[in-house]
């Protein structure tokens, strides 16, 4: 049974594609914006994989110092933190305010589950206009093991003192959602452009388009339990 609704922030809620003009202008191409995320969770996971912890924002520096070397383009250190001081500025997916306005309306608990550091986290929600709308804001850095390490996820369990079946990722990532259902978690996939569920593993039982239908699924389903 869902008592907790843990949301992914970067993609899943936050809409990253403001950040494609910026990297046309800054190395060329705004393609590069997708190259550099994926490097940067690159940087992370190898640093989770190897025992050499990698939080998000130095990930991201350092990501983006890798893209414009390659790319031959000299970047300023300011340059570099200028950018990715941008991911604090980023704007929700249309659907998501109306979407999180509905979940509050439920006896269900609304929290953040992000590899953000915490303090850009908060930014980030409240840029955005929703931070209001969850009970509280996790982030792995506080464990210092980053989504899908299990850790990220028991974090929020433990937190409300209930079970990992309890708790219910909702992420757009394919590799959160597994990390997710590993570790007990239920999960919903939502499926933005681009983005498909890995076939390997366990299986998501809610993969939608976008973070409306997601929770309309999640309300419907908290209702009929109830009415059982």
């Given amino acids: 049974m869902t008592r907790v609704v843990a949301f992914d922030v970067n993609e899943t809620l936050l809409d990253l594609s403001a950040l494609d003009r910026p990297f046309e202008k800054l190395l060329g191409s705004s393609v590069l914006r997708t190259q550099w995320f994926a490097l940067m969770l690159q940087l992370s996971f190898v640093g989770g994989l190897t025992g050499s912890y990698v939080d998000f924002s130095t990930a991201q520096r350092a990501a983006l110092r890798m893209l414009a070397r390659r790319e031959g383009v000299r970047l300023t250190e300011e340059q570099v933190q200028q950018t990715v001081d941008l991911m604090s500025s980023l704007p929700p997916h249309p659907e998501v305010p109306g979407a999180l306005r509905r979940l509050a309306d439920t006896d269900l608990y609304v929290v953040a589950l992000t590899n953000s550091?915490?303090?850009?986290?908060?930014?980030?929600?409240?840029?955005?206009?929703?931070?209001?709308?969850?009970?509280?804001?996790?982030?792995?850095?506080?464990?210092?093991?980053?989504?899908?390490?299990?850790?990220?996820?028991?974090?929020?369990?433990?937190?409300?003192?209930?079970?990992?079946?309890?708790?219910?990722?909702?992420?757009?990532?394919?590799w959160d959602v597994t990390g997710a259902l590993h570790v007990g978690c239920q999960a919903a996939f939502v499926r933005r452009p681009g983005k498909v569920p890995s076939p390997l593993g366990p299986q998501p039982d809610i993969v939608e388009p976008d973070v409306a239908v997601v929770v309309d699924c999640i309300i419907k389903a908290a209702a009929s339990r109830q009415d059982d």
């Fill in 117 to 174: 550091l915490e303090a850009v986290a908060e930014a980030q929600l409240r840029h955005a206009g929703i931070r209001d709308a969850f009970d509280r804001v996790f982030s792995a850095d506080s464990v210092r093991r980053l989504k899908p390490a299990p850790e990220p996820y028991l974090s929020v369990a433990q937190a409300f003192r209930v079970s990992p079946g309890d708790v219910r990722l909702v992420a757009a990532h394919a």
